[in-house]
T-cell receptor
Framework: ETGVTQSPTHLIKTRGQQVTLRCSSQ?????VSWYQQALGQGPQFIFQ???????GRGNFPPRFSGLQFPNYSSELNVNALELDDSALYLC?????????????FGPGTRLTVL | GDSVTQMEGPVTLSEEAFLTINCTYT??????LFWYVQYPGEGLQLLLKATKADDKGSNKGFEATYRKETTSFHLEKGSVQVSDSAVYFC????????????FGTGTRLKVLA
């Protein structure tokens, strides 16, 4: 069974640029959630996708957007990067996205915005 | 709004000591509650969960009970080991509203031999 994978591992961008982060869900999972984790903080929920539809969103501006593909892999896009966007971005997959489901986390993508 | 509050770390204990990491929450409705753990150099993984009031989650000697009356989900272990050194996150999830999952800020545990 393949776990959750993310790419790239590290990324450096400059302010104003756009970035796309990728996530491959665990086999059999149709739900993916994305999180932003600043240094020393807990993960902050960005949004969740269930069967290719957005199924919940946290307090993030519209320049954070996502996609989920028919094979349940996912992308997180961030436009007009700001310095405060520097963080570890985590994706997590789960079986059905219910409130009782266990989430399986990937290793994360470390984004640095200069 | 909904929130999760964890005790500040770091927590430093000697091996075989008793561990408690406090977690309280504020939420409307009936959320599910989780403890996730992040070992050094590894990703977040589920430690235990409880999905309704009075449920007790347990795993690897860790326990936590969903207390609705005190809105708490404290993590306990009777005898910690060096291998338990990690960052522990309390979290809640709910199926409605804007914020679907909320994590605490994490508590770092260091166990000394």
């Amino acid at each position: 069974e393949t776990g959750v994978t993310q790419s790239p591992t590290h990324l450096i961008k400059t302010r104003g640029q756009q970035v796309t982060l990728r996530c491959s869900s665990q086999s059999g999972h149709n739900t993916v959630s994305w999180y932003q984790q600043a240094l020393g903080q807990g993960p902050q929920f960005i949004f969740q996708y269930y069967r290719e539809e957005e199924n919940g969103r946290g307090n993030f501006p519209p320049r954070f957007s996502g996609l989920q593909f028919p094979n349940y892999s996912s992308e997180l896009n961030v436009n007009a990067l700001e310095l405060d966007d520097s963080a570890l971005y985590l994706c997590a997959s789960s079986l059905e996205g219910g409130s009782t489901d266990t989430q399986y986390f990937g290793p994360g993508t470390r984004l640095t915005v200069l | 709004g909904d929130s999760v509050t964890q005790m500040e770390g770091p927590v430093t204990l000697s091996e075989e000591a008793f561990l408690t990491i406090n977690c309280t929450y504020t939420a409307t409705g009936y959320p599910s509650l989780f403890w996730y753990v992040q070992y050094p150099g590894e990703g977040l993984q589920l430690l235990l969960k409880a999905t309704k009031a009075d449920d007790k989650g347990s795993n690897k000697g860790f326990e936590a009970t969903y207390r609705k009356e005190t809105t708490s989900f404290h993590l306990e272990k009777g005898s910690v080991q060096v291998s338990d050194s990690a960052v522990y996150f309390c979290a809640l999830s709910r199926t409605s509203g804007t914020y679907k999952y909320i994590f605490g800020t994490g508590t770092r545990l260091k166990v000394l031999a």
